[in-house]
């Protein structure tokens, strides 16, 4: 079976999961969008409104931040796969919480699977939190490579946390091209 087919198997499975409260409050699952094929795979937190009502994964103002920081490092959209720890819209954006992380936890490691990417960047603390370490400290850790099984991981800042603190955005480009360089080592 392709990737393809097998994420929409996931997929499927997943729009029918009633293991927390979130699915009575959703108007779409927000699974992950990009190549079954990818490379690099950016894994945030949960949706937002703007994803919630498209069903994919950083459409809104962050995720427009994001593609222009995938575009200032070479590496195309379509050639990444994007998405949250959550399927589901928190109300009103709040954190997830831990015991909607679990509930929902598995599909990304289903994802994660079929996908098998050689990198995976954690956008923002609270991703990092539950894939890297849960004491990690985005100030001081991002940009770093951590290694956990076959995955090379690091975190970067969300793209949301930009918008509200443009002086990151330096850091942001510097972690991006450190991203690049990897992809481009993994290539060779």
Known sequence: MSKDLQLDTIK????????????KTKTNTVFGTGSGNAEVMFVGEAPGEKEDLS??????????????????????????YI??????????NRDPLPEEEDACIDFLREQLSV????????LGRISAMRIIKPDFKITAEHGKWFKKGAYKIMAVYHPAALLRDPRKKEDMAEDFLKIA??????DD
């Open 12 to 23: 499927e499975k997943c729009e029918q999961c009633k293991k927390c409260n979130l699915y």
């Open 181 to 186: 360089a990897e992809l481009s080592e993994n």
């Open 55 to 80: 069903g994919i994964p950083f459409v809104g103002a962050a995720g427009k931040l994001l593609d222009k920081y995938l575009e200032f490092a070479g590496i195309p959209r379509d050639s990444v």
């Open 115 to 122: 996908i098998k990417p050689k990198v995976i960047v954690c």
């Open 83 to 92: 998405a949250n720890i959550l399927k589901c819209r928190p109300p009103k």
